[in-house]
Structure formats: structure tokens, C-alpha cells
DNA sequence: CATGAATGAGTTTTCATTCAT
DNA sequence: GATGAATGAAAACTCATTCAT
């Protein structure tokens, strides 16, 4: 008695496309330029739709750029997800999570998050539709690291939440855009300095000989 | 025989005076709001006056904001100075930097500078006027880093560039903001531990079991 | 075999429309006030469409008002080359310049050249714009004139310059104006009086007993 | 009973002196800019004084720069009204007329005349109040006009309206105004050239032999 | 569905004029 | 009287959003 679930219409396929090549734009646009000055003339333009169209894909300039956002957020969530199940220690788990951020940074595609969050308006969107999600990211660290404090791999003196938020500043570092963007360091080389300096940081000072 | 030092006039005072509230107006609205948002109507409502006046003070929305943004450049400048010039060790003297400000984050006064960072449009002009500031602060950072070097303080196979921007990473880091404004921990506690893990990473490691 | 000659597509002869009524509004407040007493605003509520509209069609108020005063000129250029290029003696030709102007001023629609000449600034951009223009036209009524002194129709002991001004003082005249407005004379007796003034004046004396 | 006549005190005597001090400088700016252009706070500037002590002179900008057309219309008034009653031949006192104009060109002082005539603003105001001196100067040329014609200097078959409205656009020629600024030409020369085009073309035909 | 012309609220900026000192 | 800080109305221009075709 329910629909029958034919995969997608033509139509519908034709549509996710469509959509697809706006947000693609529209992130084209946002490596140029700021939120405010991306404007939904130069995103339609760059489509080669007319900026109406753009009318019927997202209800408005907030929602066409928050998708985007979201779509990214979404893949970095799915790695962390990842990384969360997987049996790897915590110090490698993070080294995991610095990995896939900053070799990110290699492909212009996820460059833009730090665009976006520059715009107020939309950080206060992100923040009360994806409370969840942040929260869920940010417990999901904060569980590692506890797995690791009682792994006896970090140090259990150091605060949980200044270890998260010290990680946290490392992996959304604005300062490493620029050095990655200058082609002065590598991102694997980032990684594995930082690392090295992050988790000498904090691991366990009883383990630090052997290390 | 000299001009009496007649500090300041009357009208100069008031002037001075009308300044500063209008940039503490524009601080405030900017500390709820972005560049972009900030309109000199709003700013001109909360000080009382109309609009016009705003343009007695500042010649445009530009200059407004980044008089205030040069204010507490000068003073993180002018500390930063002082703390180039200290005989301390390394380490000691980026972990006042360190002190400097996240105790400043404590002060609503100096908050904004996270606000303003975010329009593309200032932070070109910034670039453009601060150039040489800008480049003076991070030689003189790079310094204190390779004279921790030279003095065995630091490791001296870390990159310096990665160790410079990991600090800068850490000092003006987005997330920590969130929480000391939370309340979560004191900027002293934040100091402390954010010092542990950058200089323990970045000790020299023949020196780190005596550490 | 060759694309169909569809002359305009619907829209864009809307849009011809359009811009033409903006034109007309623009003119009609330019009868009454100044370049710098014209406003956006009012042009919008005369042709009765929003303020933003025009912007469509016009890029700056400067470009809107050079339009209409670039329209009027084309076609004077258009009179002045054909008569240039006519074979008739020097005094036919100018008469049938001052002919044109003349009658032109009977319709509305070409008087105000007067009142954006007045716009220092608007006159700045005519010059840059249509320096060549000008000069051409300048030189054009110079040849006219050494045409005639070559001739024997004028007098060849004035100075070419100044009775090219003299001639232009009596084209561009602002009296003038007055006198056809307030329909104290016709334009046609207006051509043949001044004419008959000027030509006096400047033919070559030796003429004079046969005239 | 009545007031003594001290000529003038010396506050009204000081007075008077700034006044023209502040016409002076507005002249100034003037001859560089619009009357849209010229702003309170220049003159102001250039006077040395502030700007509220304009209004302490001038009511508003509109009679400021008012008293300034009005006093270089007063002058040529004056030499208007003593050439009316000169009792040169009509040809020659027009001459003298041309004579007086063209030189004032020379001097700066006078040139403003064409700024002024630009703004619509004031031009209906000009008329309003000088409805009369307008209506005077017109008649008299007009009075000229008609000797010279009753004297046989002048050919009565051409229209008097014309003569009088040929002879004020060479008065008032733009296009002399840039011949004598470019110095192509002197004004005595200008006077000449002119005279002779426009009186030759005048003159009664049948003295024409003589002349 | 797609279009893109039209809208109009919103923003910055200017400047004549006023008025408390 | 003189000052010049303050005012606020007015203007140009932008752009997300709507909607008739």
C-alpha cells in the first residue's frame, strides 16, 4: 500500500544535478569573497541559470550557503564518526582527524568553512540547527580523549576540555591556512609537526622515556 | 620658559571623550554583531547622537572600525615590545605573550578583534596598513623561537615556521574564546595548561626528563 | 537560408520601451531643474517605477542624464556631417546649421542641452568622452568657414576663430531660447534674421554692393 | 531729534569689511566650482572664520552667493545706465557695451558670472528678484537698438527682439568665455572682431558703400 | 519549470543650518 | 559676536527576494 520506490525520477535526478552545480558555485564564489559579498547574481551567473532558479532550490541566501556548510560539515562528521568506532589508541585517532583537516585544505573544495565562519548571522544558524551536531562532535572528542587519559596515553593531569579546545584551535587553525595556501609546509609535514608538538604535548610524562 | 603644559583644552577633552564612546558603542554593537551587520545608524543610536556626527569622528564606517581594531593592536604591540626586549628565556616570554592575551579576553574591550578579522574587506585593508607591523611581530616571534633553539630550549628538529604558527594557533584561537566566555576555566587555568602542552611538545626532548 | 530578420525579441523591445519613458521622465524634470536638483527618486515616481529600476537600465545617475544629452547630440552630429559633406557654398551651409538647431528647440526634447550644461561635472565626463566629437566638430566648422574666406564668400581679414565662436555663440544661444519660448518670433524667422545678421557681417566686402 | 550721522561706527565699519571679505572668498571658489559644489565650510575656511559666522552675514547659501551676482550686476548695471545716456551713436555705445564685458573677462573677478547662471536655483531666484533690473537692461538695449535704427544707423527691417537677443548671445557667449580663458585671442581683439561681424551685419545697407 | 525584470528596504555619506558655549 | 559641534534630511546606490510571463 506504500509507494512504490522507484529510485529517482528523471526529474528528480536532473534536480539534485542542478543543485549540485549551484553549490558547487557557490563555493567557487566563497573562496573568492566574503559571505556578504557573494551575491546571488554572481553565484546564478557562474551557473549559468537565471538567479530566480536559484529561488527554487534554496528559500534563501542563508539556506543556499548553510547547505553548503553542511555538506561539508556532514563529510567531516562521517570521518569522525569513523574515527570514533575504530580500536586505534587516541593519540593516533587524533593524528587521524588532523589528517583529514588539513590535507583537506589541499582541495580548494573545503577551504571555505573558514569563510563562512566569519559571518555572524550564519554562525548563530549553525550553532541553534546543528547544536546537536557540535555537540555530538565535541563529546565525541572528548570521549577519545578520555579513552586515551585512561589508556594511560595522555597526561591525566591536563584538563579534558582545555586538551579538546587546545585541539580544537590546532585543527580550525586560521594561521596553517595561510602557511598550506603559501606552499610552505605540506600538509603532511603540518601533521606530522603538529603532532609531534600536540601530543608530546600531552601524553602521559610517565610514558615520555620510553616514548 | 617653555609653553606651560596645558594638557588639553576643554573642547579637545570633550572631544576625546565623544571618541571613546562612540568607539565603546561600536565595540559593543560588534560584539554582537559582524562588520557587515554594524550599521552607523545603530551606532550612532546607542551613543545618542545622530548620525552625523559619527562622520565628525571617523570619515568612514572603515575608519571607525578600524581605529578601534589599531587601538588594541597598539597595545598587544606595545606589550609584545616589551616582552621582545626581556631577558627571559624563551619559553618564559611566549608564555606571557600567552598570558597577555587570554587575560585580555577576559575584558570585553579587547574581544572583538575575532569580529573584526572576519570581513575580508578590513582585514585587506589591515593588511595593507599593517603591513610592516604585522611582519615585525612575526620576525620577532620567529626570534624568541630560534633563540629558544640556540639555547637548547626548544627542539631543534620542530620546523620553526610550523612552531610559529602553531603558537599563533593557540594564541588567537576561536575556540578557546568560547570558553573563557563560557566560564568553563579562568584565563590563568588556561594559561597554564596551554602552556604545558605547546612547551612540552616543543621542548628540547634531551632536556625533558629533568623537566 | 540566412537567420530570419526578427528585429527584436519581445523583451527586448520592452525593454527598449522602458528605458525610452526613462528617458522622457528624465528630460521632463531636466526642463524644470537642475542636473544636481534631479533626483533618482523622482525620475522613478514620474515614469512610475521603483527607484532600483533605473539602475537596471542606467548604471549611475551621471550615465542617465550623459544618455539622453549623448541622444541629442548624435543626431545633431548626424545633420552637421551630412551637411558637411553637402556642396553648397560655405554661407548655405552654415544657415542650414543654424536652421536645425533652431527648429529643434521648438520641440521639447532637445532643450536641455542648456540645463545640463550647466553641471560642471557632467560637462568633465562630455569633454573626456566625446573630446573627439567635439573637436571634430569644431574643425568641421572651421573647414566650413576657410571654405568660404577661400571662396570670396567671407571676408578673409577676420580671424577664423572668432568667427567660428561668434557663429557658435549664436548657435548655442541661451537668449535665444527665451525668445522661441515665449513664441515672441518662430524659429524660421529667427534662422533668417540671424543669418542675415551674421552673413553681413562676415561676408567678404568686396561683395557687398552686388548682395 | 533724529539719529546723528555718524558716518559709521567702527563695529559696522568691521563688519562691512568681513562681509566682503566672505564674498571675496566665495568668488574665489566660485571661479573653480559649481554653485552645487561650492559648500559653506570652504568659504568658511578660506575667510579663516567659522562656519556659523557666515550665517551671521548671509542667511542662507542661497543669499550668499546672491549678494555676490548681485553686486557684479550692479556694476554692470552702473555702466550700462551711464552708456544709456551717453550720446554716442547707438553702434558705438553697444560697442562700449561689448567693450566693458568682454574686458571684465580679463579679470577674474567677473567671470563667476557664468558659474552663477548655471544653477536653476538661482537663476528663478535672480529673476524673481530682479525681475525689474532685468526688465530695465533689456529696455534699455532695446531703447539703443531703436535710436540706432531712427538714426538711420541701424537697418530697420531686422527685428528688433533679434537684434537685441544677437547682440546679449554675444555678450554673453560661453564659447568666448573659453577663446579668452585659452588666451587664443585678446579681448580688445575679441571686441574688434565681434563689433565689426555684428555691427557690419547690422547696419543699414544703404550706408553701407561708405562705411 | 525557468526566467530576469521589478521591487523597495536598507545603507553609507554629505552638508546646510542651528545653537549652546 | 564668534565658534564649530551637532543635527538630520536628503540623496545615490545595492541586492535579496518576488512574481508575471
Known amino acids: 500500500m506504500h509507494e512504490p520506490v522507484r529510485p529517482l525520477s528523471l526529474k528528480e535526478r536532473q534536480r539534485q544535478q542542478r543543485r549540485a552545480l549551484i553549490l558547487q558555485a557557490t563555493e567557487e564564489v566563497l573562496l573568492e569573497k566574503d559571505y556578504y559579498e557573494l551575491s546571488m547574481e554572481e553565484v546564478a551567473a557562474r551557473v549559468g541559470i537565471a538567479k530566480g532558479t536559484l529561488y527554487l532550490h534554496f528559500s534563501r541566501k542563508e539556506e543556499l550557503v548553510l547547505a553548503l556548510l553542511e555538506e561539508q560539515l556532514k563529510i567531516i562528521i562521517k570521518s569522525v564518526q569513523e574515527i570514533l568506532v575504530a580500536s586505534e589508541p587516541a593519540r593516533v585517532r587524533l593524528e587521524m582527524l588532523l589528517a583529514i583537516v588539513f590535507l583537506s585544505l589541499k582541495d580548494r573544495r573545503k577551504r571555505l568553512i573558514y569563510a563562512l565562519f ?49 585541539f580544537l584551535s590546532l585543527l580550525g587553525s586560521y594561521p596553517f ?35
Open 118 to 166: 566569519g559571518a555572524v548571522e550564519l554562525r548563530t544558524i549553525l550553532k541553534e540547527r546543528h547544536h546537536t551536531l557540535f555537540k555530538q562532535f565535541s563529546s565525541a572528542l572528548t570521549k577519545i580523549i578520555d579513552d586515551g587519559k585512561a589508556a594511560g596515553e595522555f597526561d591525566a593531569s591536563l584538563s579534558t576540555p582545555i586538551m579538546l579546545h587546545t
Open 177 to 211: 591556512k595561510h602557511l598550506l595556501l603559501n606552499e610552505t609546509v605540506t600538509p603532511e609535514e603540518l601533521v606530522q609537526h603538529v603532532s609531534t608538538i600536540y601530543f608530546r604535548g600531552v601524553v602521559n610524562p610517565l610514558l615520555r622515556p620510553i616514548q
